[in-house]
């Protein structure tokens, strides 16, 4: 059985580079994840947990909504 | 590629080095090798091997090796449900070849080793519900 397709988006690789380009890596450190899994992220391949989701917000200092939304069901 | 990346590469080399020289020492000396000394030699070879590969990524680059995280975690929680199969499907092929030769400690060993480990997972996880409830 295929997992189906999250319909989560986000707009972390654009609000990094909007960051003074910050890498992937600065933003790791900041969050305490490994640079593989904002990677996944960027590539919407891996879902962060809500905490996670919070802390890469609170990292650019927005609130999360502006960093991840919802695709509707038709889009995902 | 992370440190656990690595290390999990590491760990693949070590295992599959060390199962084929056990295997092919088993082709050689047939079944019944003197099994203390090369089981031993086995599990000696994969911790030093596991352990020197370590030691060359962190030199190499462990920059992350103190750092897992939620995904590692979920890749973990993942690959230990596969190997936990493995293993079931393992202690139930020797409970039955332990009844099949009539070798009742055999058997009994992979029974208890079976309903132990189910038993094991069972309080674990009502402990688990609890705390979390």
Known sequence: MRKAKSRLRNRVRELRFHAGEMT??????????????IAAIEKNKY??????AFLIAEAFGKP?????SFAPAEEA | MS????????????TLFTLGLH???????????????????????????????HIMIAITGGRDADR???????????????????????VLGILAYGLAQDDVLL????????FGATLVKALAKAVLYRMAA
């Open chain 2, 107 to 114: 058997a009994n060993i992979a029974f208890f080793g079976l």
């Open chain 1, 64 to 68: 999360i909504g502006e960093v991840f």
């Open chain 2, 3 to 14: 440190f656990r990346e690595k290390s999990n590469l590491v760990i693949l080399l070590s």
């Open chain 2, 23 to 53: 295997a092919a020492h088993a082709l050689e000396s047939g079944p019944r090798i003197a099994a203390f000394s090369t089981v031993l030699g086995a599990t000696i070879s994969f911790v030093v091997l596991a352990i020197i590969g």
């Open chain 2, 68 to 90: 897992s995280d939620e995904r590692d975690l979920l890749v973990d929680r993942r690959t230990d449900r596969i190997s936990e199969a493995a293993l079931t499907a393992v």
């Open chain 1, 47 to 52: 879902a962060p947990s809500l905490e996670t």
């Open chain 1, 24 to 37: 992937q890596a600065e933003l790791a450190d900041k969050v305490g994840v490994t640079r593989q899994t």
